[in-house]
């Protein structure tokens, strides 16, 4: 079974209240955590019709302040499929209601697992490409998997050849003291 992406995409937009704001003002980054895994949560769900948990995030980089009194809005997309599992894209932009600007704030990629009613993985439906775009974060979401792949084992205790990486190390602000 295969489903469009475009049948399971979410977008929220949110106000952002001073009760969402960290000591300097800006809006909490755990908040828009929230918000990302929330929306994450409703695309893999509508795709696979199931309830599906966060298995991981990959790369969160927040680019630009959010501000109380702007408009938040979380796109999320489906990005891949696997047998369980889907990536989730979302991307998080602000608003300024006054002026209209708007800031690319954060995309992030989740990899939800779609479950049964007993807590057991089950299949999620392929999804259906059909832009030159679709086709892109496919791939990119096969790289980042292979690339995490080789993190794992590159840096597993057992693997770490020390003498590969002290001079990198060596070269930064520490103090190696072994």
């Known amino acids: 079974m295969f489903r469009t992406i475009e049948e399971s995409q979410v977008t929220i937009t949110q106000l952002m209240l001073p009760s969402h704001s960290n000591f300097s003002g800006k ?21 696979s019709r199931n309830y599906c948990v966060t298995a991981s995030v990959n790369k969160v980089d927040f680019l630009n302040p959010i501000e ?15 047998r369980t599992s889907m990536v989730i894209g979302v991307r998080v932009e602000s608003e300024n209601v006054q002026t209209g600007e708007k ?7 989740f990899t939800m697992v779609a479950k049964d009613d007993h807590g057991n993985n089950v299949p999620v439906p392929g ?11 496919f791939a ?9 792949k080789n993190r794992t084992t590159k840096y597993k205790s057992s693997e770490f050849k020390i003498e590969d990486y002290i001079e990198i190390v060596k070269s930064k602000n520490v103090k190696v003291d072994l």
């Open 27 to 47: 809006i909490h980054g755990g908040y828009i955590l929230s918000l990302m895994d929330q929306i994450a949560f409703a695309c893999a769900s509508k795709h």
């Open 68 to 82: 109380v009194g702007e408009l938040v809005t979380l796109k999320a997309s489906v990005n891949f499929t696997g």
């Open 103 to 109: 800031k690319h704030c954060n995309s992030s990629y």
């Open 127 to 137: 999804i259906i490409l059909k832009t030159k775009d679709s086709v892109r974060r």
């Open 140 to 148: 990119r979401s096969i790289e980042r998997q292979e690339q995490a």
